[in-house]
């Protein structure tokens, strides 16, 4: 069982910049990939970011490459999305996911409640 607890949200203006935080309880923590998501009012949710739990290694969706950074310290059992250059079109709920395979699905076992995120323009 893992539980996720998102924090970081808020009101940014565009070009700025805001770290997401999740944190997980668990004693899989270190075993699971672990992902963000988001959905815009009106839109699906989609896949920003995730990381694996053997390598870490990462995968972006092409709309946030080279503006945002996911990166995990399982030792704090914490995930983290560092999100530069926001946009407008970045405003949405963002949530933490987790699962034991990575993928950019919605499938995910485990979900944060999620916070939000707004990029005034």
């Known amino acids: 069982q893992v539980q996720l607890v998102e924090s970081g949200g808020g009101l940014v203006q565009a070009g700025g910049s805001l770290r997401l935080s999740c944190a997980a309880s668990g004693r899989a923590f270190s075993r699971y990939a672990m992902a963000w998501f988001r959905q815009a009012p009106g839109k699906e949710r989609e896949f920003v970011a995730g990381i694996n739990w053997s390598d870490n290694t990462t995968y972006y969706a092409d709309s946030v490459k080279g503006r945002f950074t996911i990166s995990r310290d399982n030792a704090k059992i914490t995930v983290y999305l560092q999100m530069n250059s926001l946009k407008p079109e970045d405003t949405a709920v963002y949530y933490c996911?987790?699962?034991?395979?990575?993928?950019?699905?919605?499938?995910?076992?485990?979900w944060g409640q999620g916070t939000q995120v707004t990029v005034s323009s």
């Open positions: 996911a987790a699962d034991p395979a990575l993928r950019v699905d919605d499938k995910y076992k485990y």
